[in-house]
């Protein structure tokens, strides 16, 4: 149970007769030319939180639909898009096919940090979500109150590229007729550059997020060591030269341990790096934000050493520049 919200379970059938063939060749066009699906990853019987309202007052209300879960991410390297012209073919199709939308949201509409990881996100650098710029849709198949099926789509765009993710449960083999066909299927990788950290003003700027690469953080402690940090350094320019901006910084860590410590741990070396550029760069607080994620969103693989040292991180993701 997320919050204190009681989510509607249902057992999903495993087909739905409102998904049907010949929405494939009206639905695989909508994806731009260009797109690469960076991700593939289905189960026979799982489950999904599908989102019905925007995170208010610490809940993030959903329902929960049990049965066959597809999840696929692209990423669509065509600039100039937003989230909306991504959203609304797939909108179209999706009701084509006999889905009734019964949530959609924007950004700060839906309850942006919030929002965005209390809802399932496949796993970067496979699917990013820009904070500022992302739109998520919900819809059903049979009565609200007991749907048969879901499908949740999440749009992410930045100034060069952006992201979709596509999510059916309990709908059955028929639902991948739903699925664009018209990306290059490189299953589990993503393009050479989606996983490259920005390392400049102009990425963050362009990417909305950085990864703080050369902090370090004294054996068994969530306090930044002494020093001065490049990235930091970086990071504080930024901040200086965009007075509107406003930043999250969000803490990870590997697999080892259990998820509770391993969050409250992330969280606090995220307001330990807060804290540094208040009191070294005299960054106003009310402009950074400090949360943890444990180990729940990777990089990398946790099953080696280097992929665990990548995981160790801490990200600046912007949240608005007004």
């Given at each position: 149970?997320?919050?204190?919200?009681?989510p509607?379970?249902t057992?999903?059938?495993l087909?739905?007769?409102l998904?049907?063939p010949?929405?494939?060749?009206a639905?695989?066009?909508?994806?731009?030319?260009?797109?690469?699906?960076?991700?593939a990853?289905d189960?026979?019987?799982?489950?999904?939180d599908?989102?019905?309202g925007r995170?208010?007052?610490?809940?993030?209300?959903f329902?929960?639909?049990?049965?066959?879960?597809?999840?696929?991410a692209?990423r669509i390297g065509?600039e100039?898009?937003?989230?909306l012209q991504?959203?609304v073919?797939?909108?179209e199709q999706?009701?084509?096919?006999?889905?009734?939308?019964?949530?959609?949201?924007a950004?700060?509409?839906?309850g942006?940090?919030?929002?965005?990881?209390?809802?399932?996100v496949?796993?970067g650098?496979n699917?990013y979500?820009?904070l500022?710029?992302?739109r998520?849709?919900?819809a059903f198949?049979?009565?609200?109150d007991?749907?048969e099926g879901?499908?949740g789509?999440?749009?992410?765009?930045?100034?060069?590229s952006?992201?979709?993710?596509?999510i059916?449960a309990?709908?059955?083999?028929?639902a991948?007729?739903l699925?664009?066909?018209?990306a290059v299927?490189?299953?589990g990788t993503?393009?050479?550059?989606?996983?490259?950290p920005?390392?400049?003003?102009?990425?963050?700027l362009?990417q909305?997020?950085m990864?703080?690469?050369d902090?370090?953080?004294?054996?068994g402690s969530?306090?930044?060591g002494?020093g001065?940090y490049?990235?930091?350094?970086t990071?504080?320019?930024?901040?200086?030269?965009?007075p509107?901006?406003?930043?999250?910084?969000?803490?990870?860590t590997?697999?080892v341990g259990?998820?509770?410590?391993?969050?409250?741990?992330s969280?606090?070396?995220?307001?330990?790096?807060?804290?540094?550029?208040?009191s070294a760069?005299?960054?106003?607080?009310?402009?950074?934000e400090a949360?943890g994620?444990?180990?729940?969103?990777?990089?990398?693989s946790?099953l080696?050493?280097?992929g665990?040292?990548l995981?160790r991180?801490?990200?600046?993701?912007?949240?608005?520049?007004?």
């Amino acid at each position: 149970m997320k919050g204190t919200a009681a989510p509607l379970r249902t057992a999903a059938l495993l087909t739905c007769t409102l998904l049907f063939p010949q929405a494939l060749s009206a639905f695989a066009p909508e994806l731009p030319l260009g797109a690469r699906q960076t991700v593939a990853r289905d189960s026979e019987l799982d489950s999904f939180d599908a989102p019905v309202g925007r995170y208010a007052n610490g809940q993030q209300p959903f329902v929960t639909i049990e049965g066959a879960i597809t999840r696929r991410a692209w990423r669509i390297g065509q600039e100039g898009l937003t989230p909306l012209q991504i959203i609304v073919p797939l909108r179209e199709q999706i009701e084509a096919a006999g889905y009734e939308v019964i949530f959609e949201c924007a950004s700060r509409s839906c309850g942006g940090f919030d929002f965005r990881f209390s809802t399932e996100v496949l796993p970067g650098p496979n699917m990013y979500v820009n904070l500022a710029r992302f739109r998520y849709l919900t819809a059903f198949t049979g009565p609200r109150d007991a749907p048969e099926g879901a499908i949740g789509i999440l749009a992410s765009a930045t100034s060069a590229s952006s992201y979709v993710q596509i999510i059916t449960a309990g709908t059955g083999p028929e639902a991948e007729a739903l699925l664009p066909q018209t990306a290059v299927v490189v299953p589990g990788t993503a393009p050479a550059d989606a996983g490259t950290p920005p390392e400049s003003a102009g990425t963050l700027l362009e990417q909305g997020h950085m990864v703080l690469q050369d902090l370090r953080f004294a054996t068994g402690s969530t306090d930044l060591g002494d020093g001065e940090y490049n990235s930091l350094a970086t990071l504080a320019s930024i901040l200086q030269e965009n007075p509107s901006m406003r930043i999250a910084l969000v803490g990870h860590t590997d697999t080892v341990g259990g998820l509770d410590p391993n969050i409250a741990v992330s969280r606090a070396r995220a307001r330990s790096v807060r804290q540094r550029l208040i009191s070294a760069y005299g960054i106003e607080p009310a402009r950074l934000e400090a949360e943890g994620m444990g180990y729940l969103a990777p990089m990398a693989s946790n099953l080696t050493e280097e992929g665990r040292r990548l995981n160790r991180r801490v990200e600046a993701i912007v949240l608005s520049v007004e």
